[in-house]
């Protein structure tokens, strides 16, 4: 009898210790898993701007960038020319394409400043600017620059002259803000996060695009919002502007 007791208690101990184990596995798992999710999620995003080049850029219909451009503590920054010949503008565009993506971008603009970030573009001869093609996100001065007064839809993170930002959410004019900005073309909807804060959604590629388009002053432009595939472009408005950390994950 002494020997079963002491061969029952022997199989229990063992028992009891394998579901331990199972449970301190369980434990670590949980732990474990959100950084491996996290770490899935970082290397998804592919950087656009090394910091130090102007790698993978260059001016609109043109082979490099110009003088205008500077790479300042890790920026891109742009300078416009005091004298501008009539007709010429340096709106940055990236050399390769995309469709559906995140794109997360640090934008910092001038006093009474204004710019903007472009999607879809195209560099067609016959088009002389991004904005032709590609519809544009503003970056932009709200308290000093007239567009800030020129309704919600030309503020700053609205799609521009299409979809107001819901509230205001940029930052002093000298500090930086992060923008990102969501195109999804096959299910149909885009939005815009400033500084943590989704403030415009709006759809895509479909009747509802092509309805509020047609309520906008790009009604009668040919090729604006035309293309689902494009160029990710920085806008040369006429006023200094900076952008960092520009990077892209496909969705």
């Known amino acids: 009898m002494k020997n079963f007791l002491f061969a029952t208690f022997i199989a229990l101990t063992i028992i009891s210790c394998k579901e331990k184990a199972k449970e301190s596995m369980k434990e670590k798992a949980v732990e474990v898993m959100p950084e491996v999710i996290k ?9 656009l701007f090394d910091g130090t080049s102007f790698n993978g850029w260059h001016e609109y219909l043109q082979d490099g960038v110009s003088d205008h451009w500077k790479i300042e503590d890790g920026a891109m920054v742009f300078y416009p020319p005091e004298k501008r010949e009539k007709g010429v503008s340096y709106n940055l565009v990236s050399d390769n394409e995309y469709t559906d993506f995140e794109l997360s971008i640090d934008w910092r603009i001038s006093e009474a400043g204004n ?53 205001d959410v940029t930052k002093p004019v000298g500090e930086w803000n992060t923008c990102v900005i969501t195109v999804n073309n096959t299910t149909h909807m885009g939005s ?18 092509n309805a509020m388009v047609a309520k906008s002053k790009f009604a009668n432009w040919e090729h604006f919002g ?26």
């Open 39 to 47: 770490e899935a999620s970082n290397e998804a995003w592919v950087s």
């Open 115 to 167: 710019s903007g970030i472009f999607w879809g573009i195209k560099e067609l001869p016959n088009v002389d600017q991004p904005y032709k093609t590609g519809p544009e996100i503003q970056v932009l001065d709200n308290d000093k620059h007239p567009d800030g007064k020129n309704g919600t839809s030309h503020q700053a993170g609205a799609l521009y002259d299409m979809v107001s930002p819901t509230k």
């Open 192 to 209: 815009v996060q400033l500084n943590g804060e989704k403030i415009v959604e709006f759809p895509l590629n479909n009747e509802e695009w």
């Open 226 to 251: 035309k293309y689902t595939t494009g160029k990710i472009g920085l806008q040369d408005h006429g006023n200094v502007v900076a952008f960092r950390n520009i990077k892209i994950r496909k969705l």
